[in-house]
T-cell receptor
Framework: GQNIDQPTEMTATEGAIVQINCTYQ??????LFWYQQHAGEAPTFLSY????GLEEKGRFSSFLSRSKGYSYLLLKELQMKDSASYLC????????????FGKGTRLSVIA | DGGITQSPKYLFRKEGQNVTLSCEQN?????MYWYRQDPGQGLRLIYY???????QKGDIAEGYSVSREKKESFPLTVTSAQKNPTAFYLC????????????FGEGSRLTVL
């Protein structure tokens, strides 16, 4: 089975930096994904990590440690439009299972 | 433009009625998926299909049915056997089966009265 944990809610100030953590337990591992979802809309792909380390993409970065079963999404220079849910998802390479999603972290950016 | 189209966006139905949600993609993707989203529950997998005329149950398939007669289309029927059908339904596709980068439709919000 798979278990993915991330905080339910976070609040941060405009212009600041926020880190959203995700821990996972899977029988196999073949990649971790972060998606952004604004309320009432479809999720959109943010990042993909399959090897240990940091992947940077503009204001967003994602980190993976496979040995610790741990990832984080780092958002810099927060903007009000970053208020959304952030979904962590894992691909399990044991068998042909699709992505499994965590419950998401709802981020509120305040002035 | 290529993409995934779900319809209808909003749907109201009476209890006991079957409902079919449409999902069409013109991305030439092999795999298609249906997820359900409830508040505080994240995305839960209902059914997925890796190839035409084949599909697999996900974690919460009871009360749902699907078909994959064409590569572009993967409709979901919410049957009267589904005990709590009111939810936000998301269809997604990916180019090669299980690559992980899912492309999502805009979702269908079903409310059963």
């Amino acid at each position: 089975g798979q278990n993915i944990d991330q905080p339910t809610e976070m609040t941060a100030t405009e212009g600041a930096i926020v880190q959203i953590n995700c821990t996972y337990q899977t029988s196999g591992f073949n990649g971790l994904f972060w998606y952004q979802q604004h309320a009432g809309e479809a999720p959109t792909f943010l990042s993909y990590n399959v090897l240990d380390g940091l992947e940077e993409k503009g204001r967003f970065s994602s980190f993976l440690s496979r040995s610790k079963g741990y990832s984080y999404l780092l958002l810099k220079e927060l903007q009000m439009k970053d208020s959304a849910s952030y979904l962590c998802a894992v691909r399990d390479n044991s068998g042909n299972t699709p992505l499994v999603f965590g419950k998401g972290t709802r981020l509120s950016v305040i002035a | 433009d290529g993409g995934i189209t779900q319809s209808p966006k909003y749907l109201f139905r009476k209890e006991g009625q079957n409902v079919t949600l449409s999902c069409e993609q013109n991305l030439n993707h092999d795999a298609m998926y249906w997820y359900r989203q409830d508040p505080g529950q994240g995305l839960r997998l209902i059914y997925y299909s890796q190839i035409v005329n084949d599909f697999q149950k996900g974690d919460i398939a009871e009360g749902y049915s699907v078909s994959r007669e064409k590569k572009e289309s993967f409709p979901l029927t919410v049957t009267s056997a589904q005990k709590n059908p009111t939810a936000f339904y998301l269809c997604a596709s990916s180019k090669v089966r299980h690559t992980g980068e899912l492309f999502f439709g805009e979702g269908s919000r079903l409310t059963v009265l």
